[in-house]
């Protein structure tokens, strides 16, 4: 195994998993929005499968991502979703367990790219505008998951 030993080597890393996340993501998602009750949260599982395309798209613009590893926590992430598309009643209860499960996955592909855009500034400037982009989509389908989530269970009690 060869170590990272540069930014712009961990950068490259850094988009690998990001693009490998995402390949999951457009395969995987289309099961959650079948196992979705409400239409909201269908669509905006849709709407994520969407960008999901554009940014892999942006992701293989950047560079070279051929065969990247494995991404192991989106592969969890979406484990643990399916698991609960099996095992929850249809309603109220299995799109509460979907919202939090593509909740973690945001918030991981959130902080990827987070790490990705601190290494692009220093390493490559020209990616930002394509990471930025995709930063600000991942947001908003965050925003419209934790939104969803007071629609679908109710206020969450949390200052």
Do not use: Y
């Amino acid at each position: 195994m060869t170590l990272t030993a540069s930014r712009a080597a961990l950068l490259h890393v850094a988009l690998q998993d990001l693009r490998a996340g995402k390949s999951l993501l457009i395969d995987r998602l289309p099961n959650l929005a079948d196992a979705a009750t409400d239409p909201g949260l269908r669509d905006t599982i849709e709407r994520d499968r969407a960008n999901a395309r554009q940014h892999a798209a942006r992701l293989d613009d950047l560079a070279d991502l051929a065969r990247p590893p494995s991404n192991l926590w989106m592969a969890g992430i979406l484990d643990d979703a399916d698991r609960d598309a099996r095992s929850h009643l249809p309603g109220a209860i299995l799109d509460t367990a979907l919202i939090g499960a593509l909740r973690k996955a945001k918030a991981a592909e959130i902080v990827s790219i987070e790490t990705a855009l601190a290494l692009a500034g220093n390493e490559a400037p020209d990616m930002l505008a394509a990471l930025g982009a995709n930063h600000a989509q991942d947001r908003a389908i965050e925003h419209r998951l934790a939104w969803l989530l007071t629609t679908v269970c109710g206020p969450v009690p949390v200052n």
